[in-house]
């Protein structure tokens, strides 16, 4: 069942955040947590790169190994990398990766936890 977290109007149109399989959806763009290598190993990820195909990986480990060229981290957290939906193109026009912190662990410090919120804050 879907679940509205939250509706707004902006510039571009209506934005509807919404908890759900994010691989059964239709949007113009489907907004997917994503750890540092973008390889969508877990979780909402790994379904939406499952449903996306092998193209998808390809093209995330391309990213991966460009940065590394520049001698830079794969993504930096608080990043967020957009690609072609690949396999869900019948769904959405565009993937957005959103590199976040891995904050499951309850010994993490609050400064990573507060990295979360900027990441999705740079989203928009």
């Known amino acids: 069942m879907v679940e509205l977290y939250m509706s707004r109007t ?5 934005l509807f955040v919404i908890g759900d ?3 059964k959806r239709s949007a113009d763009v489907i907004v997917t947590p994503a750890n ?6 877990e979780g909402a990820d790994a379904e939406v ?3 996306a ?3 998808l990986r390809d093209a995330c480990r391309q990213i991966s190994i460009e940065q590394r060229k520049l001698n ?9 990398v957009v690609t072609k939906p690949f396999g869900l193109s019948e769904q959405c026009k565009h993937l957005v990766h959103v590199v976040s912190p891995d904050c499951r662990r309850p010994n993490q410090d609050d ?14």
Do not use: I, W
């Open 111 to 124: 400064d990573r936890r507060e990295l979360l919120r900027t990441t999705y804050e740079n989203m928009f």
């Open 72 to 80: 830079q981290p794969p993504c930096a957290v608080t990043t967020n």
């Open 36 to 41: 540092n290598r973008l390889s969508g190993r």
């Open 21 to 23: 399989d994010l691989h």
């Open 49 to 51: 790169h499952k449903k």
């Open 10 to 14: 902006c510039r571009h149109g209506r």
């Open 53 to 55: 195909g092998e193209e």
